[in-house]
């Protein structure tokens, strides 16, 4: 690194302990939010690396690509630009971005948010000293540093380990405590056996763990690789996640709200601001006795570096009794699977226009910052009262970049998944997402899932989306071929019969769509993940230009909560 230069903070753990500092509730949080948090959405699609771009400090033909050519999606592309080397060089972690004099001495610390980036070539290295200022603070989430970082899918739990604050007796719970069975205080007393050695001489000192997890997956589960000595002596306990995590009763529990595959999911009040929250409590992983499951990890690691309002903003990590452990989320109070149920008819066009462009601009950060969903659907997309949705979530998202590496095949729910991961792709990218909201938009359109396969079935699924879209072949298709499930016997169907679906007018009062409109539904479900729409281009589409516009958030229509 230049002298005078940024420091190069490879320790988001480094991040968390400012986190700590300054908790998201209130305070500096909410000037923090205030102040970067622009409203106006356009500058959300500022992110960090479009900064450099701008500046042209990213590498040559990076900009103006279409973001799924980015993607490791095959290798044989040779103009493919992927994101920089996760964990080679973290360039600035946004969270402990300090200014550092050639004495290397620490000039300021401020906690903007809990991203970085990551590339090969310092974008600041040529700067003197005292050049950074905010405004050039680049904005990426830094997931491969955080402490809830995870890299490799292979395993799908990794071991908690507490000390005297997991094992302390149990609360009586009073009405709204939170309160987890009694099989927890047996896993937790059992769980001294498997303490792990100290980290650091931090741990001896008043600076207590309240647990930790322990890597025994693998130092490139948590990219503990990231860190040296110092670096974990400097983080007072280094991979103590939930070290300075607020215990759960700080919350009032009102109602359960969902149980989902990976957490139960509360309504819950903050007993000191009254302010109305969710709470997921993580399941832990039941096959093994202190599994902490890695899809939670993930979800907690994205949505902390996360900061976009239309992505659920966690608000904090908090400690129940036992090993419990719950992702604080502010409340949303509708998710779309359950409005759209509820609903007699669909949403208007220019609705559907106002929950799309939310969508897009919520998955265009998230493309933009190299993270894919990789489970879009109506029940993970919350929606509250003043008409603004948010995506949710993230147990199946993942950061995707160099090296390239086949990513874990099942991953979307079934009515909402790609042609390639039906046909066993393992490699594959951002277009993943782009399905998903194709299929989301025609069910916005028409309240029906468009392709509804039978359940566990991907042959069938397949025979679904074939039937309206075509059977692809290699012509229209180049590549199909090579993929492992092409070779079932699919009924031949040449033609393109969506149009039949969303026509451009209606006398029996089912969905109708502009010649526009069917445009872009087309290309979102292109069966070809390389001619299918990026982000951008969806986003841009002249549909969103087309009478009628947008409906504003605030005309957006509210609906009857469900829940207490
Ligand atoms: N922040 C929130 N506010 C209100 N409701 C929420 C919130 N987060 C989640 N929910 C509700 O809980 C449900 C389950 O949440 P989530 O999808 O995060 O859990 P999961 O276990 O990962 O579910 P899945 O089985 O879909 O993977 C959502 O569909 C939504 O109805």
Redesign the pocket.
């Known amino acids: 690194m230049a002298a005078g230069g940024v420091e190069i903070s490879k320790s988001s753990v480094v991040v968390d302990r400012v986190r700590d500092l300054y908790p998201r509730q209130g305070g500096r949080d909410g000037e923090r939010r205030q102040t970067k948090r622009p409203s106006d959405s356009d500058r959300w699609l500022k992110d960090g690396r479009r900064d450099l771009y701008q500046r042209g400090e990213a590498r040559e033909g990076d900009v103006g690509q279409k973001r799924r050519k980015c993607s490791p999606v095959s290798g044989e592309r040779k103009d493919q630009v992927f994101p920089p080397p996760l964990g080679e060089k973290t360039i600035v972690d946004v969270g402990s971005a300090r200014k550092i004099s050639s004495e290397g001495v620490v000039k300021s610390t401020e906690y903007v948010s809990a991203v970085s980036v990551t590339s090969v070539k310092h974008p600041f290295d040529d700067l003197e000293e005292g050049q950074l200022e905010d405004e050039q603070v680049v904005q990426a989430p830094n997931i491969a540093t955080s402490k809830w970082c995870l890299e490799s899918p292979k395993d799908e739990a990794v071991h908690v380990v507490r000390n005297s604050r997991w094992n302390r007796s149990s609360l009586t719970p009073e009405s709204g405590e939170f309160q987890v069975d009694s099989s927890d205080e047996r896993r937790s007393n059992s769980s001294e056996s498997r303490s792990l050695e100290p980290l650091s001489s931090h741990e001896n000192s008043e600076h207590e763990l309240d647990g930790r997890i322990n890597m025994d997956v693998g130092e490139e589960e948590f990219c503990a690789s990231d860190l040296n000595d110092s670096e974990v002596d400097e983080a007072e306990g280094g991979l103590s996640m939930l070290s300075g995590s607020r215990d759960v009763n700080e919350y009032q529990k009102l109602s359960k709200?969902?149980e989902?595959?990976?957490?139960v999911?509360y309504k819950a009040k903050d007993r000191k601001t009254e302010e109305i929250v969710?709470l997921?409590m993580i399941k832990m992983n039941m096959e093994d006795e202190y599994g902490f499951p890695l899809t939670s990890l993930r979800e907690i690691n994205i949505l902390l570096s996360c900061n976009h309002p239309s992505i659920?903003n966690v608000k904090e990590v908090v400690v129940g009794n036992g090993d419990s452990v719950f992702m604080v989320?502010?409340?949303?109070e509708h998710?779309l699977?359950?409005v759209m149920d509820r609903m007699k008819q669909p949403f208007s066009t220019s609705e559907v226009k106002c929950l799309m462009i939310q969508l897009l601009e919520g998955l265009k950060y998230l493309h933009s910052n190299w993270i894919i969903h990789r489970?879009l659907k109506p029940?993970?997309l919350?929606l509250n009262n003043s008409g603004e949705l948010k995506i949710?979530?993230f147990?199946m998202a993942r950061q995707y970049g160099s090296p390239i590496k086949p990513y874990t095949q099942l991953v979307v729910t079934q009515w909402y998944r790609s042609p390639e991961l039906l046909l066993g792709t393992k490699e594959y990218s951002t277009a993943v997402d782009m399905w998903s909201i194709g299929c989301i938009m025609g069910e916005l359109l028409s309240l029906k899932p468009l392709f509804r396969g039978k359940s566990q079935n991907d042959i069938d699924q397949l025979q679904q989306i074939f039937a309206v879209l075509g059977t692809p072949s290699e012509t229209t298709w180049p590549g199909f071929t090579s993929l492992p499930g092409s070779k079932a016997k699919f009924r031949k169907q040449p033609y393109n019969l969506l149009r039949k679906k969303f026509p451009a007018a209606s006398f029996t009062g089912g969905p109708v769509l502009s010649e526009l409109g069917f445009d872009l539904l087309n290309r979102l479900l292109n069966v070809d993940p390389e001619k299918r729409l990026t982000v951008d281009e969806a986003l841009n589409h002249a549909w969103f230009n087309e009478v009628p516009l947008q409906k504003s958030k605030e005309f957006m229509p509210t609906f009857p909560s469900k829940r207490n």
């Open positions: 709200i969902n989902g595959t990976y957490g999911v969710a997921k659920v989320m502010e409340h949303l998710d699977r359950g489970d029940s993970n919350l949710c979530d147990g």
